[in-house]
């Protein structure tokens, strides 16, 4: 019989998939499916960065590149970051990725271990807590609370950590609630870990260009003081609609740089050239597709908050960034996960119950509205339509 090591056994799932795989089953039965589950821009990835990944095929980019990625797409992150947040980093410290998750899968190993403390949010973003269990680490979750606008309280926060705490990771624009950190928070949290020598921070920025009503995203890159312990994880998948090319990148302090290196060419040896490419391009090329795309989400932003407001037993705060809202489901009289089944099932939409995020997620539905305007309209007629048949019969 064969026998793999514990940590197999503890690894968790993001559960996005297994509803997009039956979502996909019930469509291919003839169902007519709507779905608000998949964390995706429902956008094309722009033709220019589609024409550059074409270019680098027809040039002759088809072999390995440095592990840590080819050296203009190093240095136009650097250039981004700089536009973007005001900080000058140096191109030797970023790394090139396949994905968002890898860096946290990257981070995660390094300081997790039997014995040791993470902090992530809750709820949050299920592959955190599956990677610290699949260390061997202790999960311990910050709660994400409604009453803050689903932004961390840097007071909470710091309450957690003691003398095992080795990571503490953070998320603003933050999957699956919408919120955003204000700055009085992010300043908090920075001094307060300055008691704190022993920690890491990962900040998970990946939703760091999609924010509205004029809230700034404050990146915890901005604090001097705190740079030489931050891992900073962004990249194209969201803001430029590119999550099946598989890119991203992570900025490294200079202690734990090479052993990210090491671990690139250990796991994945490199990005495949044609998409780093194409990767280039969006950073470099018009952003006009950017602005559209994100003037589009905040319409249907206001859509969604409005519509599932209208629903009776049903509230939802107005997120601040990301393209996702947390309505609260409390007084429908249903737990998260059945209602998100049942609605999937008999009303054909599909939304991800709350505890797929996390203890705390009971009691809420993420609803993504990377969906077009009239589906999104179709879904919260159908999910209204729903509740009041159902009013009667509270399903537990």
């Known amino acids: 019989m064969l026998t793999t090591i514990s940590g197999f056994d503890r690894i968790g799932e993001e559960n996005a998939f297994a509803v997009l795989a039956r979502a996909n089953e019930l469509g291919a039965q003839g169902r007519d499916i709507i779905n608000l589950g998949i964390g995706q821009p429902d956008f094309e990835t722009p033709d220019h960065i589609v024409e550059a990944a074409i270019k680098a ?10 592990a840590t990625g080819i050296a203009p797409l190093r240095e136009a992150v650097a250039v981004d970051i700089v536009k973007r947040t005001g900080v000058e980093i140096s191109p030797e410290r970023v790394v090139i990725v396949p994905g968002g998750k890898v ?3 990257a981070a995660i190993l390094m300081f997790g271990e ?5 902090l992530y949010p809750d709820p949050g973003f299920p592959i955190y807590r599956s990677m610290i269990e699949f260390t061997g680490a202790t999960p311990v979750p910050v709660p994400i609370r409604e009453e803050n606008g689903f932004a961390f309280s840097a007071d909470e926060l710091l309450g957690l950590i003691s003398d095992r705490t080795r990571l503490v990771i953070v998320n603003s624009p933050a999957n699956p609630c919408g919120g955003v950190t204000p700055k009085a928070e992010v300043d908090k949290l920075v001094a307060g870990l300055e008691r704190y020598p022993h920690v890491a921070v990962l900040s998970d920025e990946i939703y760091g260009q999609m924010t509205y009503d004029g ?4 990146s915890i890159l901005s604090y001097p003081q705190i740079r030489d312990r931050l891992i900073l994880l962004d990249g194209w998948s969201k803001i430029y609609a590119m999550t099946g090319w598989r890119l991203g990148y992570s900025l490294w302090p200079d202690a734990l740089f090479d052993k990210m290196c090491k671990l690139a060419v250990n796991a994945w040896s490199c990005v ?3 998409t780093q490419y194409a990767g280039l391009a969006a950073l470099t090329g018009p952003q006009d597709a950017v602005g559209e795309m994100v003037a589009e989400f905040d319409a249907r932003r206001k859509l969604v908050v409005d519509g599932l407001n209208a629903i009776p037993g049903v509230s939802c705060l107005m997120p601040k960034g990301a393209f996702y809202a947390f309505p609260n489901i409390r007084e429908t009289g249903w737990q998260a996960k059945p209602l998100a089944s049942a609605l999937l099932e008999e009303a054909g939409v599909a939304l991800i119950g709350g505890p797929d995020f996390g203890i705390l997620g009971e009691g809420y539905m993420r609803v993504s509205y990377a969906n077009s305007r009239e589906n999104i309209a179709r879904a919260l007629k159908r999910m209204e339509t729903f509740l009041a048949r159902g009013a009667v019969a509270k399903r537990e």
């Open 215 to 218: 809230e700034a995203h404050v």
């Open 114 to 118: 039997s014995g040791a403390e993470i």
């Open 272 to 274: 495949n050239a044609p």
């Open 57 to 66: 095929l027809k040039d002759g980019h088809h072999g390995y590149t440095a």
């Open 103 to 105: 860096t946290m899968f």
